[in-house]
């Protein structure tokens, strides 16, 4: 099971701070990620964070995005920084699809930066 929070609207620089609580060994055992959908589009890959901690990120949120996780929480954070207008739309977490297929998304969590 997947939870998802601490969307909501911010200006275009402001900060959010989004957390995904997680529940079952696969998203213990496995790379976990965040996925931005932005409205009309498909679900991209943002980043990136091993079980042991070591991040990566994708695209234009390397610098500005900050992947962590808290094994024992069993949860994911999203630290969001100098957010644009193109950061808006639905992220959800989940494991790295790249290496584990699953057929599951939680709900996600709405982030709106106006243009």
């Known amino acids: 099971r997947l939870v998802e929070s601490g969307g909501g609207v911010v200006q275009p620089g402001g900060s959010l701070r989004l957390s995904c609580e997680y529940s079952g060994d696969i998203f213990a055992r496995n790379n976990m990620a965040w996925y931005h959908q932005a409205p009309g589009e498909q679900r991209e890959l943002v980043a990136t964070i091993t079980p042991g901690g070591t991040a990566a990120w994708r695209g234009s949120v390397e610098g500005r995005f900050t992947i962590s996780r808290d094994n024992a929480k069993r949860t994911v954070y999203l630290q969001m920084n100098k957010l644009k207008s193109e950061d808006t739309g639905v992220y959800y977490c989940?494991?790295?699809?790249?290496?584990?297929?699953?057929?599951?998304w939680g709900q996600g969590t709405q982030v709106t930066v106006p243009s």
């Open positions: 989940n494991v790295d699809q790249r290496a584990v297929r699953l057929n599951y």
